[in-house]
């Protein structure tokens, strides 16, 4: 897979990976991997729909409501205080919601300026659910009733992310595990992907993270996920799920 698809499937926690995968050969009638492999070789877009079965996207808007209140109120003013503009990554963006969260706040905060932000996911179908911006009722359970009406159209039990919001966000395809990433984030968001990467993988990745920061930038990581060496990669703990980065690659190293 990693030949043939620059898939990386080893930094997948095993167990997990083996149940979704048997799980995937049970509902396609396959006899085995080989057959699994073959088929993704011979059938076009088979690849994109077993990424999609393999990965999963569960999100919502303001996933952990009281962690977006601290970024709202505190994590984001202090970095709007420093910069005009900020340059902000929303990775393993799932269906988008968590971005164009990010974006309705941005939208308040600071209505007329522009910021940069980034959303990417390892998983093509999904990325084209998160351009199109429609949600069911659970996805917006925990936006109040105020954004409800003022960012998102209500069509029949469907709603709506409108383009105000929409026109903010640039998706694309990244894969976490094997791409380069950029540099110069204010602020990453890298929540709830992590959890199903070995520990080699979670610690390469958080790295990669940390370096990806500008200095006095913060990630913002999923519920259940701790960063333990998080002083080596020169970040500093300030509140729960969030980082801030203190130090440069240069000055840890020091
Ligand atoms: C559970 S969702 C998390 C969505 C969102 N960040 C949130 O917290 O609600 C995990 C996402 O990670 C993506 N993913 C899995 N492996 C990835 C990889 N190697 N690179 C980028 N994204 C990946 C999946 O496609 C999925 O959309």
Known sequence: MRRAYGLDLNSYKENQLRRRLTGYLARQNLPGFAALFARLQSERKAYEDFLDF?????????????????????????????????????????????????????????????HHLLATDIDKNILEQARQGVYNADAVRHVSPERLSRFFERAGNSFIIKEEIKKMVAFRQHDLLIQPFESGYDLILCRNVSIYFTRAAQDQLNSKLAQSLTKGGFLFVGGSEMIFNYKELGLERVKTNFYKKIKDFQEVRK
Request: glycine share 4%; with cysteine.
């Open 54 to 114: 393999l990965t999963i996207n569960v999100s919502e808007f303001f996933r952990d409501p009281a962690r977006w209140v601290e970024l709202q109120k505190q994590i984001l003013p202090e970095l709007l205080d420093g910069k005009q503009t900020l340059k902000i990554w929303s990775a393993a963006c799932s269906n988008g919601a968590e971005a164009y969260s990010l974006a309705i706040i941005l939208k308040e905060l600071t209505p007329s300026r522009r």
